[in-house]
């Protein structure tokens, strides 16, 4: 699977994630042999829990299928610069290489922020590589669905069960 077709399935997964609600981010993990391992988009509202980032569901899902924590020489593609968090579990996992869509200034913890690679207290560094072809589509899909929830009434935030 070339990386512009591992990117396009993040995408789908993303576009998936913004159907049921969540934050729109997929992932998509490719073992050393290219064979597809796991994909997913953000749960974290369906399944009620904070660190339910498609990186981190996806590393779960092959680890498990893997029998092993360690993901060594495998790639994460990622329709958004990954949190500090997912940067976290990727070095621990030791996933070999990652490659994400768009840059994001306020959360992202691997070009922007805490740049979590570049800290010397991280013990596993992957190659990382942006791919711009697929940076503005993946950032229209996060802009069409916050521009989509603040356009929300009041009233209807509060009958969907969710507050500011």
């Known amino acids: ?71 060594i020489d495998s790639t994460l593609y990622v329709s958004l610069e990954p949190c500090a968090m997912c940067a976290g579990a990727m070095a621990m996992a030791r996933v070999g290489r990652l490659v994400f869509a768009a840059c994001d200034p306020k959360g992202g913890a691997v070009l922007h922020g805490p740049r979590f690679f570049e800290q010397p207290t991280c013990h596993h560094r992957p190659v990382v590589e942006q791919t711009e072809p697929h940076a503005a589509e993946a950032g229209e899909i996060l802009k069409s669905f916050f521009r989509a929830r603040r356009s929300w009434s009041e009233p209807a935030r509060r009958e969907a069960g969710e507050t500011k």
């Open 1 to 71: 699977m070339t990386d512009a077709e591992a990117i396009a399935l993040a995408l789908e997964e993303a576009k998936s994630a913004a159907g049921r609600g969540e934050v729109p981010v997929g992932a998509v993990l490719l073992g050393a042999d290219g064979a597809t391992l796991a994909r997913d988009g953000n749960r974290i509202l369906e399944l009620k829990d904070p660190t339910a980032h498609a990186e981190i569901l996806v590393m779960r899902t092959a680890a498990r299928a893997l029998n092993n924590e360690r993901l």
